[in-house]
């Protein structure tokens, strides 16, 4: 089930997280060792709503029970390609841990910076480079799954699989009876 689209917010903090182990001696040296995966986060705030607004999006949150429910979100914006993409994109197979997969069908360009995604996964990536038409595409973080070949890509209106990152919500409503909430999500895969 998708997060409601209507109101949408009014602001966003986005995030990603690459945890890892790092360690400095008193001398200077320094040492890291990436562990784990990468996961985006974000905070959503919402404009001043109406009761009428705020009620759809309360009843959803609270539907989800914490960070116990996963549900889709499409971020406004951030969640469509910046270059002049368009056509089926399919891609050949590619394996776990691989930051590039070669596509076909792309018309018009993709831009370092869009996120994408694979029919085959849940997890969301972003293009490191740009891609004018078919060919090689550069990703991070790694793939954490093998793309079977002819695998969609999507490129426009990407939705990000999130659960909420709190148990505990809450929302404010202020002497002109208008309803303030922010969100934190975290992807969840």
């Not at 406004?76 to 841990?97: D, H, L, Q």
Request: charged content about 15%; aromatic content about 12%.
């Amino acid at each position: 089930m998708t997060f409601p689209t209507s109101p949408t917010f009014d602001a966003i903090n986005f995030k990603s997280n690459s945890p890892s182990l790092f360690s400095e001696t008193i001398s200077g040296r320094q040492q890291s060792r990436k562990v784990g995966s990468q996961k985006w986060s974000f905070t959503a705030t919402y404009p001043p709503m109406t009761q009428a607004q705020f009620k759809p999006v309360w009843a959803y949150l609270v539907a989800k029970q914490g960070r116990h429910g996963v549900f889709l979100v499409t971020p406004p914006v951030i969640a469509s390609s910046t270059g002049t993409a368009s056509g089926t994109v399919t891609c050949t197979a590619a394996a776990v841990g691989a930051t590039a997969v070669t596509i076909s069908g792309l018309t018009g360009t993709l831009e370092a910076g869009d996120f994408i995604k694979f029919n085959s996964h849940s997890k969301v990536y972003m293009l490191t480079t740009g891609r004018d038409g078919a060919g090689a595409i550069a990703i991070e973080p790694p793939l954490i799954a093998a793309v079977p070949s002819n695998n969609q890509m999507y490129y426009d209106n990407i939705a990000f699989t999130v659960r909420l990152a709190n148990d505990l919500q809450e929302y404010k409503l202020g002497v002109s009876q208008l309803y303030k909430i922010e969100l934190d999500f975290v992807e969840a895969f």
